[in-house]
């Protein structure tokens, strides 16, 4: 059983960067791929980035390529989204995501944590 509590979320202004965190309760973190998804206001739920066991490989949605970071620190039990030149279409509840087989069909889920980008 893995818990996942993210945080860092708020209010900012297009251009801007945030750093979003998920940490991660239970044992074997990292065993598990990591991912992380966003829900905007009317729409479905959406895949942004995920990150392998080890942290060594990452993989993002075309929408924030080159503009957001996936990374892992396997002693803290904790995954990071870090976020640059953010748009207001980046507005969105993002959720953390964890499973030990594939991040494409996540077994694990945190409550998620609002970003709001002004424009």
């Known amino acids: 059983q893995v818990q996942l509590v993210e945080s860092g979320g708020g209010l900012v202004q297009a251009g801007d960067s945030l750093r979003v965190s998920c940490a991660a309760s239970?044992?074997?973190?990292?065993?598990?791929?990591m991912g992380w998804f966003r829900q905007a206001p009317g729409k479905t739920r959406e895949f942004v980035a995920a990150?392998?066991?080890?942290?060594?490989?990452?993989t993002y949605a075309e929408s924030v390529k080159g503009r957001f970071t996936i990374s892992r620190d396997n002693a803290r039990n904790t995954v990071y989204l870090q976020m640059s030149s953010l748009k207001p279409e980046d507005t969105a509840v993002y959720y953390c995501?964890?499973?030990?087989?594939?991040?494409?069909?996540?077994?694990?889920w945190g409550k998620g944590t609002l970003v709001t980008v002004s424009s």
């Open positions: 995501a964890a499973d030990p087989s594939s991040i494409a069909v996540p077994q694990y």
């Open positions: 239970g044992r074997f973190f990292s065993t598990y791929y």
């Open positions: 990150i392998n066991r080890s942290g060594d490989s990452t």
